[in-house]
């Protein structure tokens, strides 16, 4: 798949960059890069053009900045975009914190999009205490390297079925967490701890728009993200069985059957 190396910022940005078609960018959640999207660049990339970053820091990318808020990631694919002179509005599919960053970037840039499909994301702000525990995880991963974040995060991740079912899933999640670059963790935790609180910009979203959440998602859970879906106009909601926080990675038949038959409708 082919792999272009973009400047953006003073920092070269990876992103993958494939297919013809209306433009699907998908945004990857942390602290992971663009290959988590695996299946879905595979089932649109023969009919839509699909663009999978990887974020500053992550993946390929560079690093830069010891704080990376969401704002700068969504300025960073505003201006990925126009470098890859794609100027139509997008579909914009993050996960995760791909999903904060999708939030900020309808704030900032919402004539740039078509849709807008939120997985297994969140539109509160951080609590203090979450905020805190952030902000010693990134000293932590500063000091000790990647591993204690990937020991974090990995159990609550997946479903159980994954778990037991797909351990090839796990291990390869497990490798890019592992290889993430300490400072990059350590921004994006700092960003994510500080990013602003998105509810009051739910009922604003004037763009089609998907919800979607793994029925076992430890860290979106389902409640929450049916409330957003139901503040938001007009959008679907859809819940992937047999899936936890990483929904498109451990049911991607479910989700990109969602994800077509919202494009269609869209
Ligand atoms: C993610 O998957 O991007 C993370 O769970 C986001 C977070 O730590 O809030």
């Known amino acids: 798949m082919p792999i ?45 053009r699909v663009l999978a970053p990887d974020l500053r820091g992550f993946g390929l990318s560079d690093a830069r900045g010891e704080t990376v808020t969401m704002e700068e990631f969504a300025g960073d694919l505003a201006e990925l975009l126009d470098a890859l002179d794609e100027r139509r509005p997008v579909v914009f599919c993050g996960l995760s914190m791909g999903g904060y960053i999708a939030l900020r970037f309808v704030d900032q840039f919402a004539a740039r999009l078509r849709a807008l499909v939120l997985c297994d994301t969140r539109a509160a702000a951080d609590s203090a205490a979450a905020a805190a525990h952030r902000r010693k995880l990134g000293e932590q991963v500063l000091a000790e390297g990647a591993e204690p974040v990937a020991d974090a995060m990995l159990p609550k991740l997946f479903a159980p079925r994954t778990a037991a079912e797909k351990p090839e899933v796990l291990a390869a999640a497990r490798r890019v967490m592992a290889a993430t670059h300490p400072v990059a963790i ?62 498109p990675l451990e049911n991607p038949a479910a989700f990109n059957a969602a994800l077509e038959k919202f494009l269609a409708r869209s």
């Open 4 to 48: 272009k190396r973009i400047e953006v910022g003073g920092a070269a940005l990876s992103v993958l960059d494939a297919g013809a078609g209306e433009t699907l960018l998908f945004v990857h959640g942390f602290p992971l890069d663009h290959t988590m999207w695996q299946a879905q660049i595979e089932a649109f990339a023969p009919r839509y």
């Open 186 to 247: 350590a921004a994006a935790q700092r960003g994510m701890a500080e990013r602003p609180d998105s509810t009051a910009l739910l009922p604003t979203i004037s763009t089609p728009t998907l919800v979607v959440v793994g029925a076992e998602d430890a860290i979106s859970p389902l409640d929450e993200m049916r409330g957003m879906a139901a503040a938001i106009p007009g959008a679907e909601f859809v819940v992937i069985p047999n899936a936890g926080h990483m929904a």
